[in-house]
């Protein structure tokens, strides 16, 4: 990116202000992309330990598959999943509040007698995996929040701080040139009207 700039004073005044606020920003923006990477290791270790969680669970579901064919999945089912939104370094972040569960009356007399426990035992599985797919909105989210700090963060340092500085050094060097060649047009002007006002002079002498 190309920074736009004149050779006066005007254009060096707007210069030397967009860099003081990017120089300024910057240590923000820094701090804002170490928080959320820090945030992004720290939630794909959570979706991690919670899809690993959630295999253990299925492979312990399935050494016990035959008992669980007794079991009838229609008496239970999610009603309704509690979502907070929080701030983590000026991005709204997902966060599971609880998961409501709706679970249809049963005869405990007319039913395998473990039903009340593996009724518990699937909204615990099914917590889990909501969860974890939460955790992985979460994730993408400050993925895509970390990478575009990190595009602001290159831009500044990499492009715009280094090409308002060399704009800057370019103007006031033209302008310094520019005052340079006036001071000495300026004494030639002079030395030319002194030698003038001399010859003058020594004709009205004569």
Known sequence: MAIKFQYNKTSLHQQERNLKSRVRMLPTIKSKESALRMEVKRTKGEVEALEQQLEESLANFGSTEALWGEFDTSLIRVGDVHLRMHNIAG??????????????????????????????????????????????????????????????????????IPGYQDAIRKIKRYLEDEEALSKASQKIMRSNLEERDKKRKEEFQL
């Open 91 to 160: 991005i709204r972040i997902p966060e599971l509040e609880q998961v409501d569960f709706e679970v249809a009356p049963f005869s405990l007399m007319n039913n395998p007698t473990w039903l009340m426990e593996g009724t518990q035992i699937l909204k615990e599985m099914v917590t889990v995996g909501i969860r974890a797919e939460v955790g992985r909105l979460k994730l993408d989210v400050l993925e895509h929040a970390r990478r575009k700090t990190t595009q602001k963060v290159n831009l500044f340092e990499k492009v715009q």
